[in-house]
C-alpha cells in the first residue's frame, strides 16, 4: 500500500486527488489547500490528516506517508520540493517542474542527493492518441521522422468551466507564474517533440504575442530543430481561443519518410456518443464489480490517470519513472531558448 | 386605435471605427434621442463579463465604446467628464477585463476614466418581486451621472435564454458573488432593473452570439432597456413573452411590449443571419444532461474533470 497526500486542491490538484481514489494500492491520507472547502471534500473523500498550510504537512509528515503529489502554483515548486524530499518523500509534481531552469537544476541535484524518485505530470505523453502514435513511429511505419506539427490552443487559464470561479491571482503575475502559454502549452508541445524524437532540440525560431495585454505571451509560434536528427517541429500554442469542453484543440502530426499520422485520426468523430459509449462501459464495470476507467468519457484526460498510475507503479516497485527530473529541466531549457530567441526576432 | 409605445431602431454598420459612430448617430436620431441639457457626467457600462474579447461575442466591443465617447463629446462637449464602468462578477476581475479586452489601451487614448463599480460608494437599496425582497449594493456613480448609457452585446445565455440590456444592469451590481442571485436569477434581473434605469441603451451587434458568433453588423438603439430585449429575443429567434424574466419584467411594469416599433433596418434580415440555437443543442438540454452526468458519477463514483467540477 502507498499512502499518498496532495499538496494543492485546485484544479489540478482536485483531479489528482480523485484519481488517485480509483488507483489500486493507493490510499490517500494528506491534503492541503488553503480552502476549507477544498479540504471537506477531501474530507469526505476518507482523508485523515488535512492541512491549510504545506509545511505544517512536509515538516511533520504522518509516518506512514510514502509520497507526495504538489500541484501548487509555479512560484511554489522549488521550495515545496525541496521540503518533500528532506522528509524523504518521493514526489509527483504538476507541470512545469519549476519556473526557471535555475530552479530546475536546483531540483535535479536536489533528487540526486536524496535518491527519492521525482516524476513531473508530463501528461501529453500519456494521451491514448500519442502512445499509439508513438508506437506507429517506432515500428518504423511512418519511416523516418522528418517534421512534426504540434498544436494546443484553447481558453488557457483565464476561463471558466462550467460553474464561474475565480481565476487564481497568480496567473496575472508574472513573477509568480515565470511565463505564459509555452510555458503552460509549450511545456507539453516542447516534450512531445523530444519524446518522439528521443532527443534533444533547440530554438530555429520563435514568436510570441500578447493578444490579452498581459505581462505573459498567450499565442507563441517555435520552430524547434532536434541537435540529434533532422527532424523540425513547428509549436503552434495559444490562451486566445474559447473552446468548450469537451472540445479539445490539440493535435500532433507526424511526417514521416512513408507516410503521416494525425492524432485527430485517434479523435472520437462524435465526442458526445464516445461519451455516453465510455460512460456505459463504465456502469457495467462497476456493476460487475470491476474497476472503472476513469475519465474515459473525455477521450483526453485520462492521461492524468495513467501519469499517476505510472508514477505509483514506479514508487511501488522501484522504477524510474519514464519522466525524469532531467525531462522536466530540458523542457524548460528550451522555453528559456524560445523567450531569449523571440526577444531577439521582435527587437 | 394603435398603441404607440417605445421605438427601437436598428442599423446596419461595416464595424469600422467611422461606420460605427455613423451607425451610433442614426439609430439616435431614428429613436428622436434628446439628451437633456447640461450634462456633464457620463457612465458607459459595457458587458465585459468574461476575459473573452469581442469577436468571440460575450464581450461589448471596444469600438463601440469609442464611438459613444465621441458622440457624447460631439453633443455634450469635449469638457464632459465620461466614466467607462464594470463590476467584479464572480469568475471576471475588472480591472483584468480592463487590460485583457482593450479598454484600458482605449481610455488612454481618449483620455476617460475606467472605473471598478466594486471599489465605488454603494447605497444599499431593496426591492420586492413578486413575493420575494432582494437586496442590492448599488454604485452611487451610477445614480448620481446625469448620463447612463448602457452598451450591452446581444447573445444567447443557458440560464435566462438571453442576455442583452436588461442582465447588463444586473452586472452593475456591486457585490463580486453575483453567483448568490443565480437561483432567483430572473427576479435580480428584473429587481436591479426597478433600482437602475439606463437613459440611453446602445447595443453591441457587430458580433453578436449564438449558437456560435456571427458578424451581425448591427446596431440597436433605444431609452427603454424593455424594449431592446424584446427586440433581441426576437432577432435570437425566442418568443420574448415566453422568456421567465420578460414575464417578471411586465408584471412589475418595467416595461410594456404594446406598440414596440422598430424603425431603421428590417428585423427579419439580422433574424435570418442570427444563429439561433439548434433544439439538439446542449444549452436546450443543459439540466437534463448534468443531471444524468450527476447521476452517473455517483454510480460510478468516476472523476469529474475539471471543466465540469460544481455543476
Redesign the interface.
Known amino acids: 500500500m502507498l499512502n499518498v497526500g496532495v499538496i494543492g486542491l485546485g484544479k489540478m490538484g482536485s483531479l489528482h486527488m480523485m484519481n488517485c481514489l480509483h488507483i489500486e494500492g493507493v490510499e490517500l491520507i494528506a491534503a492541503v489547500d488553503q480552502s476549507r472547502k477544498a479540504l471537506n471534500k477531501a474530507r469526505s473523500t476518507g482523508v485523515t490528516h488535512l492541512y491549510s498550510d504545506y509545511h505544517d504537512l512536509l515538516h511533520r509528515p504522518p509516518p506512514n506517508m510514502d509520497a507526495v503529489i504538489i500541484s501548487l502554483p509555479n512560484f511554489l515548486h522549488l521550495e515545496s520540493i525541496a521540503l518533500a524530499l528532506e522528509a524523504g518523500l518521493d514526489v509527483f509534481v504538476e507541470k512545469p517542474m519549476a519556473k526557471t531552469a535555475e530552479e530546475c537544476l536546483e531540483i535535479v541535484n536536489l533528487v540526486r542527493k536524496s535518491g527519492r524518485k521525482l516524476m513531473v505530470g508530463h501528461s501529453s505523453r500519456f494521451v491514448d492518441a500519442i502512445q499509439k502514435m508513438k508506437s506507429v513511429l517506432d515500428m518504423g511505419y511512418l519511416g523516418s521522422l522528418e517534421t512534426l506539427t504540434l498544436e494546443e490552443i484553447i481558453n488557457g487559464p483565464f476561463a471558466h468551466g462550467s460553474i464561474p470561479t475565480p481565476v487564481p491571482e497568480w496567473w496575472f503575475n508574472h513573477e509568480k507564474v515565470g511565463g505564459g502559454v509555452l510555458l503552460d502549452l509549450g511545456y507539453h508541445l516542447i516534450d512531445l517533440f523530444r519524446f518522439f524524437t528521443r532527443g534533444e532540440c533547440r530554438v530555429l525560431f520563435a514568436s510570441i504575442d500578447h493578444k490579452l495585454n498581459l505581462p505573459i505571451e498567450d499565442s507563441a509560434v517555435a520552430v524547434l530543430q532536434s541537435t540529434d536528427s533532422p527532424t523540425k517541429g513547428i509549436v503552434n500554442v495559444g490562451w486566445y481561443q474559447k473552446s468548450t469542453f469537451p472540445q479539445f484543440n490539440f493535435r500532433v502530426i507526424l511526417h514521416g519518410s512513408s507516410g503521416y499520422m494525425s492524432s485527430d485520426q485517434l479523435v472520437p468523430n462524435n465526442v458526445y456518443l464516445h461519451a455516453i459509449k465510455e460512460g456505459a462501459k463504465n456502469l457495467c464495470r462497476r456493476i460487475i464489480g470491476k474497476r472503472i476507467k476513469p475519465l474515459s468519457y473525455t477521450y483526453f484526460a485520462t492521461a492524468y490517470y495513467n501519469e499517476l498510475q505510472h508514477f505509483v507503479e514506479c514508487v511501488m516497485h522501484d522504477l524510474e519513472p519514464s519522466v525524469s527530473p532531467e525531462d522536466g529541466l530540458r523542457t524548460i531549457e528550451t522555453i528559456e531558448e524560445a523567450y531569449k530567441t523571440a526577444t531577439r526576432t521582435t527587437s | 386605435m394603435e398603441i404607440m409605445g417605445e421605438i427601437v431602431s436598428l442599423v446596419k454598420t461595416q464595424s469600422s471605427g467611422e461606420d460605427i459612430r455613423e451607425a451610433i448617430a442614426k439609430a439616435l436620431d431614428l429613436i428622436d434621442f434628446k439628451s437633456k441639457n447640461n450634462i456633464s457626467s457620463v457612465v458607459i457600462k459595457p458587458n465585459l463579463c468574461?476575459?473573452?474579447?469581442a469577436s468571440?461575442g460575450?464581450t461589448t466591443d471596444p469600438r463601440l465604446v469609442s464611438a459613444i465617447i465621441d458622440w457624447v463629446r460631439d453633443t455634450h462637449g469635449v469638457d464632459t467628464d465620461i466614466k467607462i464602468v464594470e463590476a467584479d462578477?464572480?469568475?471576471?476581475?475588472t480591472k483584468?477585463a480592463f487590460?485583457?479586452l482593450?479598454y484600458?489601451?482605449l481610455a488612454a487614448s481618449k483620455k476617460v476614466v475606467l472605473l471598478n463599480l466594486s471599489d465605488d460608494n454603494i447605497t444599499e437599496k431593496k426591492v420586492k418581486i413578486g413575493k420575494r425582497e432582494i437586496e442590492f449594493k448599488i454604485p452611487s456613480s451610477l445614480l448620481d451621472t446625469d448620463l447612463f448609457v448602457s452598451a450591452p452585446k446581444l447573445k444567447i445565455m443557458r440560464n435566462v435564454k438571453i442576455t442583452c440590456a436588461l442582465k447588463n444592469t444586473f452586472g452593475c451590481i456591486s457585490s463580486p458573488r453575483k453567483?448568490v442571485y443565480h437561483p432567483f436569477l430572473e427576479e435580480a434581473i428584473v429587481g436591479i432593473n426597478k433600482i437602475l434605469r439606463p437613459d440611453l441603451t446602445i447595443v453591441d451587434g457587430l458580433v453578436a452570439l449564438g449558437h456560435h458568433p456571427v458578424k451581425l453588423n448591427m446596431i440597436m438603439a433605444s431609452t427603454d432597456p424593455f424594449s431592446v430585449d424584446w427586440t433581441a429575443s426576437r432577432i435570437m429567434g425566442y418568443n420574448p413573452s415566453r422568456i421567465k424574466f420578460m414575464k417578471i419584467a411586465m408584471a412589475e411594469n418595467i416595461g410594456n411590449p404594446e406598440g414596440i416599433t422598430t424603425r431603421g433596418e428590417n428585423i427579419e434580415e439580422f433574424q435570418r443571419i442570427f444563429p439561433k440555437e439548434p433544439v439538439l443543442s446542449l444549452n436546450h438540454h443543459w439540466n437534463l444532461l448534468?443531471r444524468l452526468f450527476k447521476l452517473?458519477a455517483k454510480?460510478?463514483?468516476?472523476?469529474?474533470?475539471?471543466?465540469?467540477?460544481?455543476?
Not at chain 2, 468574461?50 to 474579447?53: E, T
Not at chain 2, 454510480?299 to 455543476?311: M, Y
Open positions: 468574461y476575459y473573452w474579447n468571440t460575450y462578477a464572480t469568475a471576471m476581475k483584468h487590460l485583457m482593450g484600458e489601451k453567483i448534468t452517473y454510480a460510478t463514483k468516476d472523476v469529474i474533470h475539471p471543466s465540469l467540477e460544481g455543476i
